[in-house]
């Protein structure tokens, strides 16, 4: 069975940076890309970032490039999701995706 547990959300105040994380098993970590989503209040899922298995491949969303920063660790089967500059749009609940499969997602408010 496929288990994607994230962690690290929380209330920040904006201009902060944040890690999130999301430990997988029950699959072959390390050969598998992986994703984040996040979804806002009242909106619909937002893909966010991509990275190959190996991570020599990043994707990122427009709506984040320069700000988040998709990374993995084969070895403890950890994905992570570095976010800087944090700003009240980018609240929303964090997923990390290995399609079809979910995490049941943590949840980031950015608020002063």
């Known amino acids: 069975e496929v288990q994607l547990v994230e962690s690290g959300g929380g209330l920040m105040p904006p201009g902060k940076s944040l890690r999130l994380s999301c430990v997988c098993s029950?699959?072959?970590?390390?050969?598998?890309?992986m994703n984040w989503v996040r979804q806002s209040p009242g909106k619909g899922p937002e893909w966010v970032a991509f990275i190959n298995g190996g991570a020599a491949m990043k994707k990122y969303a427009d709506s984040v490039k320069g700000r988040f920063a998709i990374s993995r660790d084969n070895a403890k089967n950890t994905l992570y999701l570095d976010i800087d500059d944090l700003r009240p749009e980018d609240t929303a609940v964090y997923y990390c995706?290995?399609?079809?499969?979910w995490g049941q997602g943590t949840q980031v408010t950015v608020s002063s």
């Open positions: 029950g699959l072959t970590f390390s050969a598998y890309a």
């Open positions: 995706a290995k399609f079809p499969y």
